[in-house]
């Protein structure tokens, strides 16, 4: 809620903040998404090469 308040200028009503803030918090949640469908994809892929190796060990 501080960042809501701090770091705009008066003028700048709290929509408007709330709206530049969203959206960068949006490109921050994409690329992080990016990052974990990408290790989710190589671990599954490990696992598959495993299975077919018959390499699983617990």
């Known amino acids: 809620m501080n960042s809501l ?13 709330w709206h ?7 490109t921050e949640l994409k690329k992080k998404k990016k990052q974990i469908d990408m290790m989710i994809k190589i671990l599954e892929e490990g696992l598959s090469v495993s299975v077919l190796l018959g390499l699983i060990v617990f």
């Open 5 to 17: 308040l701090e770091g705009f200028e008066n003028k700048i009503p709290p929509s408007e903040r």
């Open 20 to 26: 530049t803030m969203a959206i960068k918090k949006c």
